[in-house]
């Protein structure tokens, strides 16, 4: 069951230190070759004008810059689709050097190095799936080429090959994103991210960037304290979205309620669930409606994933209904609604997910669906998110002995884990084996992760004379084996990522004829073969431990449950407002408390339906009547004619016209009448 991704050892060593004295010697001369045949722009404008095509930039991005540019150190409050990315990437690729990038989102990462490397610009990542080769020759190539980005999860800083190539790398800014994830009082607390303090003693002098969408006052303190921020300077975008409405319907149906809100407006949508059943049964139920939706969860291959993800962002799909597996770094304009069939368990989470909608600056839509169980499920959820000592360690104990991990060993492996499997053999509820995961990871114990990606691994076994001799003996053979060598360096004296579609494509084999071939040659042992794994995996970030004595920090365990019961709480008020304007309410919830009304959110609309008498409403609606070409208009266009009228109450006749199928809204967004 144990699955070795990462060797102990590797045949090959690098001196990191001859690696460094030779960088200083050629990277001058390089540079100054390099700047001389494409001088790189000086300013952050022409930056951002030459490789985002952009003429000027988002609220706040240009003061973050500045400061980062003065290696002054950064805390970066921006909203989901704030443009986080940007406040680094500019100002690094100004200054000489590295950009360090750490970030717990492989895919994420994955994702901006390709965008970078789409620009022209040298960005490279490391991860989890890579062998100890792998990683070090990716360090190598960074220390003595002209990489502008290296992305790295938390974990891998902690390792003695990262430390040794360390001091070649000439670091020059230091970007943490995710930031709330430092805090043992955030919401997605993670112990590696601890250690990224350490780094500061081996950069002195070098500026820290710490970015995070979603952190209260008391975990921005913490972020300060924990990145030892000299003098911090904050930054916060207002939290506030003018054109997203926030809604609460507490309903006995909510499929039938999911159904009328994506009839009523058109336009992409997402639509998130608590469970993986769950998200096929109402993709299901939609398209029975004739409404295009896919279902994404973290149990899908990875190939199935990509493929509904891309037929999402290209509106081949137009609903895609999900767990919180989806959504993390897509960055698609148009989504109109965003629905949550189930209740999160914080507003932090719910105010990111939400936030997916109107990234354009286009009316667009948030909406909770929720019922007197979720409420009371909601209520006892502390108490479930935070086991009792006694079942953490009756469940580490049943995880060991699933895994067969004897004490004293398993440091640094990865094991399949089959949840389903697991929990009928132990006859364990499987809320509890999942919060305690979660407790583990936090404790620095283990890690449970449903979607990692393992890339296959080769390395050949026998000795050139021998492989030789196979070669003549079995010429169908032959092609791919010369394939293998010339593609994969280092392939003969270690473990390396192997990629089938690649060497299906190089040899003109399809994939299935590549893998039997892979096979054939260890069954031969001419190679040693682990092919691709998708499969859930537990990491072991300590050796085993007896269970009786794993040790688990009861006080702050305590106050974690207890920062978690505040957030539990604050969700329930949300839930609960019947008044209170929700946009201001979760402004506030990350202190930002300067927001007024956003005069379009369901309880500001209904105190409106108060003001607002019959004869205002009749003579708003002839004047809507009066401006709406044959042609149909956008809705921006529709409010500047109607100058004369307040913009909640133009909205709110809109609305209502809408609802009752008066105005109806093609998928362009054009609104026409439908008298």
Not at 79 to 96: D, M, N, R, Y
Not at 133 to 142: D, I, S
Not at 278 to 303: M, P
């Amino acid at each position: 069951m144990r699955f070795p991704c990462v060797p102990c050892d590797t045949k090959k060593n690098y001196d990191s230190k001859a690696v460094s004295q030779r960088t200083r010697r050629f990277r001058k001369g390089r540079k100054e070759i390099t700047a001389y045949l494409h001088p790189m722009p000086s300013s952050p404008k022409e930056i951002l004008k030459q490789y985002w095509g952009h003429d000027s930039f988002r609220p706040m991005q240009e003061d973050i810059i500045q400061n980062i540019l003065e290696n002054k150190d950064t805390l970066a409050l921006l909203p989901t689709g704030g443009g986080k990315s940007i406040c680094f990437q500019v100002p690094a690729l100004i200054k000489e050097g590295l950009c360090l990038v750490i970030s717990p989102l492989i895919a994420l990462m994955k994702d901006q190095v390709e965008n970078l490397q789409k620009k022209g610009i040298p960005a490279i990542a490391i991860h989890s799936g890579m062998t100890t080769y792998e990683v070090n020759k990716t360090l190598q190539e960074v220390a003595e080429g002209d990489f502008k980005f290296l992305y790295v999860s938390p974990e891998r800083l902690e390792t003695a090959l990262f430390a040794e190539w360390l001091p070649s790398l000439n670091i020059n800014l230091l970007a943490v994103d995710e930031a709330h994830c430092i805090s043992q009082w955030g919401y997605d607390f993670r112990p590696h991210y601890l250690r990224i303090a350490n780094l500061r003693k081996d950069l002195p002098g070098v500026p820290v960037l710490a970015l995070t969408a979603s952190a209260t006052p008391i975990v921005q303190e913490d972020i300060v304290k924990k990145l030892l921020f000299k003098t911090p300077d904050i930054f916060r975008q207002s939290f506030e979205r003018a054109n997203l409405s926030y809604s609460v319907f507490t309903i006995d149906s909510k499929i039938n309620k999911a159904i009328e809100i994506l009839s009523n407006v058109p336009g992409s949508s997402i639509v998130y669930c608590r469970n993986r059943r769950q998200t096929k049964n109402i993709a299901h139920l939609l398209s029975l409606q004739n409404i295009s939706a896919g279902y994404y969860h973290a149990g899908l291959t990875q190939e199935e994933r990509s493929a509904r993800q891309t037929a999402w962002i290209n509106d081949e799909l137009r609903v895609m209904v999900c767990t919180n597996a989806f959504g993390m770094g897509i960055d698609k304009p148009g989504v109109r609604t965003v629905i949550h069939y189930d209740t999160p368990d914080c507003l932090e989470n719910y105010y990111q997910e939400a936030g997916r909608a109107g990234r354009d600056g286009d009316k667009a839509y948030a909406v909770l669906l929720c019922h007197t169980q979720d409420i009371l499920a909601l209520e006892a959820m502390p108490g479930i998110r935070f086991p009792s000592i006694a079942d953490i360690r009756k469940v580490y104990q049943s995880i060991a002995d699933y895994l067969q991990v004897p004490i004293g060993i398993g440091e640094g492996n990865y094991y399949d884990f089959d949840l389903n499997e697991f929990i009928k053999n132990f006859k364990l509820d499987i809320h509890l084996v999942l919060n305690t995961f979660k407790v583990l990871e936090q404790e620095g114990h283990l890690a449970f992760t449903e979607n990692i990606f393992f890339p296959s691994q080769v390395q050949f076994i026998v000795d050139k004379d021998v492989l030789m001799d196979f070669e003549q003996g079995h010429p169908l053979l032959e092609p791919i084996i010369k394939c293998l060598l010339r593609t994969y360096q280092g392939i003969y004296d270690n473990s390396v990522s192997v990629y089938e579609k690649q060497v299906a494509r190089l040899t003109r084999l399809d994939e299935e004829t590549v893998n039997n071939q892979l096979l054939q040659l260890q069954s031969f042992n001419i190679i040693e073969y682990l092919p691709q794994k998708e499969s859930p995996q537990v990491h072991f970030l300590w050796n085993r431990a007896p269970a009786q004595s794993l040790h688990i920090n009861h006080e702050s365990y305590q106050h974690r449950k207890q920062q978690f019961k505040l957030r539990v709480d604050a969700m329930l008020k949300y839930i609960r407002l019947n008044k209170e304007c929700r946009s201001k309410y979760i402004s506030g919830y990350f202190g930002d408390t300067a927001l007024e009304r956003c005069g379009v959110c369901d309880n500001c609309l209904k105190e409106k339906t108060v003001t607002l008498n019959s004869a205002g409403f009749k003579k708003i609606e002839q004047l809507i009547y009066a401006n709406i070409p044959e042609k149909g208009i956008g809705a921006k266009e529709l409010l500047r004619s109607l100058a004369e009228v307040q913009q909640e109450n133009a909205w709110e006749v809109i609305e209502f016209l809408q609802s009752e199928r008066k105005l109806k809204v093609d998928e362009r967004g054009l609104i026409y009448l439908s008298l």
